[in-house]
C-alpha cells in the first residue's frame, strides 16, 4: 500500500507564495504519475498539475504561469510551488498517484488546506 502525507499549506495573503509537499510511502517506487489537484468550496475537484516520474510535467489550461510541479524521486517527495496567490487559490489541495499503465489515480493524500485571505 502507498500513503500520500501533504503539508505545506496555511493562511497566506494575495501576491504571496506557498510550496506545498507530498511525501509517499508504502511502495513509493510503483507511483510512476503523481499530482495535484484541488478542490474549491462547493466546487468540484480540479486537476492543477502532473508529473511522472521521469519528470515529464503537464498543467491544466487556467494553471500555467503560476503553478510549478516538481518531483524528487530520491525522497520520494512532490512539490507545487505556487507563486503570485489570488483569492481564488483558496482550495484543499490533494496529492494523487498511480502506477505505470494506470489511468485512474489510486492513492489520495488527506489533503492541505490554503486559504488566501487579506
Known amino acids: 500500500q502507498v500513503q500520500l502525507v501533504e503539508s505545506g499549506g496555511g493562511l497566506v495573503q494575495p501576491g504571496d507564495s506557498l510550496r506545498l509537499s507530498c511525501v509517499a510511502s508504502?511502495?513509493?517506487?510503483?507511483?510512476?504519475?503523481m499530482g495535484w489537484f484541488r478542490q474549491a468550496p462547493g466546487k468540484q475537484r480540479d486537476l492543477v498539475a502532473t508529473?511522472?516520474?521521469?519528470?515529464?510535467?503537464n498543467y491544466a489550461d487556467s494553471m500555467e504561469g503560476r503553478f510549478t510541479i516538481s518531483r524528487d524521486n530520491a525522497k520520494n517527495t512532490m512539490y507545487l510551488q505556487i507563486n503570485s496567490l489570488k483569492f481564488e487559490d483558496t482550495a484543499v489541495y490533494y496529492c494523487?498517484?498511480?502506477?505505470?499503465?494506470?489511468?485512474?489515480?489510486?492513492?489520495w493524500g488527506q489533503g492541505t488546506q490554503v486559504t488566501v485571505s487579506a
Open positions: 494523487a498517484a498511480r502506477g505505470f499503465g494506470e489511468s485512474m489515480y489510486r492513492y
Open positions: 508504502g511502495r513509493p517506487s510503483s507511483l510512476y504519475t
Open positions: 508529473i511522472n516520474k521521469g519528470g515529464s510535467t
